[in-house]
Nanobody
Framework: QVQLVESGGGLVQAGGSLRLSCAASGRTFSTYAMGWFRQAPGKEREFVASITRTLGMTYYADSVKGRFTISRDNAKNTVDLQMNSLKPEDTAVYYC??????????????????WGQGTQVTVSS
């Protein structure tokens, strides 16, 4: 099992940047593919980005491609989401998620087994 704790959310003006971090417990972090999802009020949880467990292959939703960057540090058991050029429509609760799999494209929330509690990101116009 793995426990996930997100941090780094907050309030930022449009065009600004935030860096989210997800800290994972356990000694098998490198066996988990990781993802970031977000959920805005009244909307479904949606995929943002994912990264494979050892090669670090990344995949992004079209809505964030070129603005967000996912990265991981297996020595520190962390996965980060650097968010630049933020827009009001990026406002949501952001969740970190984990699944033990060698697969590379993991865009469905149902694929993931473990979730953090979420961190709020609010982008003002």
């Amino acid at each position: 099992q793995v426990q996930l704790v997100e941090s780094g959310g907050g309030l930022v003006q449009a065009g600004g940047s935030l860096r989210l971090s997800c800290a994972a417990s356990g000694r098998t972090f490198s066996t988990y593919a990781m993802g970031w999802f977000r959920q805005a009020p009244g909307k479904e949880r949606e995929f943002v980005a994912s990264i494979t467990r050892t090669l670090g292959m990344t995949y992004y939703a079209d809505s964030v491609k070129g603005r967000f960057t996912i990265s991981r540090d297996n020595a520190k058991n962390t996965v980060d989401l650097q968010m630049n050029s933020l827009k009001p429509e990026d406002t949501a609760v952001y969740y970190c998620a984990a699944v033990q799999t060698p697969r590379s494209i993991l865009i469905s929330a149902g694929t993931y087994d473990y979730w953090g509690q979420g961190t709020q990101v609010t982008v003002s116009s």
